[in-house]
């Protein structure tokens, strides 16, 4: 799985929106200002996830766009899929390398292992939600399940420059 600008700006918009729930709509261009993002990417990324249903738009002067649901109730894979259209390329499905090896209908070793991968990103994605991401890094990492970290050589695959 790779993440895409997309996907990643699109979490950052929805944070963005998620920190501001309650206090009403913000246009795209004052959200691409304050996450330093570019305003084109943050207007298409808002409109991909108002049609998924994710926020809220608002016509006029004082329109703009708020989260359409509670923080605790849109999940990262909900962020992620309206944002890049998928949360896992299948590559034998999107991009087969001979159509008539890489067809349903053939019968594929290697296709099971992409699909349990697909569900596992999902699994996972779906369990973390916007309101999760609200706190500080050192507790979304025990939220999820990953140890503290004292310092950036603590970083899985840190340069031992960075170590010593």
């Known amino acids: 799985m790779r993440i895409t600008t997309w996907a990643e700006y699109g979490l950052i918009c929805a944070l963005h929106l998620a920190r ?3 206090t009403g709509p913000v246009t795209g261009r004052d959200v691409a200002a304050r996450e330093k993002l570019p305003g084109d990417y943050v207007e298409q990324i808002l409109l991909r996830m108002r049609r998924a249903g994710i926020v809220n738009s608002t016509r006029g002067a004082r329109g703009g766009y708020s989260l359409a649901r509670t923080p605790a109730e849109i999940s990262v894979r909900d962020v992620i899929q309206a944002s890049e259209l998928t949360t896992f390329d299948l590559h034998c499905v999107s ?4 159509s008539s090896r ?15 991968l697909q569900q596992r990103i999902d699994e996972v994605l779906e369990g973390v939600k916007l309101s999760d991401l ?12 990953l140890p503290a970290f004292e ?6 695959g840190a340069l031992p420059i960075l170590q010593g």
């Open 134 to 145: 609200l706190a500080d890094e050192s507790v979304v990492r025990s939220r999820v399940g």
């Open 151 to 156: 310092s950036v050589a603590d970083l899985p």
């Open 102 to 116: 890489c067809a349903e209908a053939e019968n594929c070793s290697i296709r099971p292992v992409w699909l349990l």
């Open 95 to 98: 991009h087969p390398v001979d």
């Open 20 to 22: 501001r729930a309650g």
